[in-house]
């Protein structure tokens, strides 16, 4: 069963950082597309960044030079780091999984940025 279980969301204060973390089980062999995605309330879902199984990756115009994404050497996790953070940042951030042309996601983990 694949599972995905996202960490390391909370409030910090507007120009700090976080890194979030998404935990994959269930897969055994090889890496997987992956990507972060973010909502706010009365906000569509939003494209943050991605990771393909070579390891490239691409970010959001309106994260870029700010967040970066990248996995552990297993693969079995994918970090999301943020920098100076800002209120606009505000939103629950979710995990996606792209496994045997299936997507899988993640619960969300909330991250607030004061002003």
């Known amino acids: 069963q694949v599972r995905l279980v996202e960490s390391g969301g909370g409030l910090v204060q507007a120009g700090e950082s976080l890194r979030l973390s998404c935990r994959v089980s269930?897969?055994?062999?090889?890496?997987?597309?992956m990507a972060w995605y973010r909502q706010a309330p009365g906000k569509e879902r939003e494209w943050v960044a991605r990771?393909?199984?070579?390891?490239?990756?691409d970010y959001g115009d309106s994260v870029k030079g700010r967040f970066s994404i990248a996995r552990t050497k297993d693969g079995n996790t994918v970090h999301l780091q943020m920098n100076n953070l800002t209120p606009d940042d505000t939103a629950v951030y979710s995990c996606r999984l792209v496994y045997s042309g299936r997507d899988y996601w993640g619960q969300g983990t909330q991250v607030t940025v004061a002003s």
């Open positions: 990771i393909t199984p070579g390891g490239g990756t």
């Open positions: 269930g897969i055994i062999v090889g890496f997987n597309h």
